[in-house]
């Protein structure tokens, strides 16, 4: 089977089926991003430092999609969802969720192409009770 990860870098194995989101945060004017970018987009700096976080935050929007490239699966379900320490993340997401449940992601497959390539990246779904 081949799997092909569309989450490139901008995630991390955080170990027992987790990962963690690679931010960046700009050295010179304190700017955060997801996924860590090359250059500061507030400052141009290009001093900015690796900074891994808890894959995990609160639904601020989402939706469903039921269009799209014939190789995803549809709907296709996307989300803002916000960290704890203020950065936003868009991504898909699956199970019970809506505007201000506690989500958490993991790697999951979005898509599959007719050649048998699994298409995967990061997925919220609700976080467990033991997260809380
Ligand atoms: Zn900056």
């Known amino acids: 089977m081949t799997i092909h990860s569309l989450a490139g870098d901008a995630v991390e194995d955080a170990g027992e089926g987790s990962i963690r989101f690679v931010t960046g945060q700009c050295q010179a004017c304190g700017n955060r991003a997801f996924p860590m970018p090359p250059i500061c ?3 141009q ?7 891994p976080v808890e894959a995990a935050g609160t639904v601020y929007s989402l939706t469903e999609v039921h269009v799209g490239p014939a190789e995803w699966h549809r709907p296709v379900r996307l989300a803002y969802v916000d960290l ?11 199970g019970s969720v809506g ?9 999951g497959e979005v898509g ?12 919220f779904e609700p976080a467990e009770a033991s997260d809380a």
Do not use: E, Q
């Open 99 to 107: 505007i201000g449940t506690r989500v958490r992601a993991r790697m």
């Open 45 to 51: 700096s290009t001093d900015i430092v690796r900074k």
């Open 112 to 123: 599959k192409d007719a050649a048998g390539t699994h298409f995967t990246t990061y997925v």
């Open 84 to 94: 704890p320490d203020g950065l936003r993340v868009f991504g898909h997401w699956r």
């Open 41 to 43: 987009s507030n400052c």
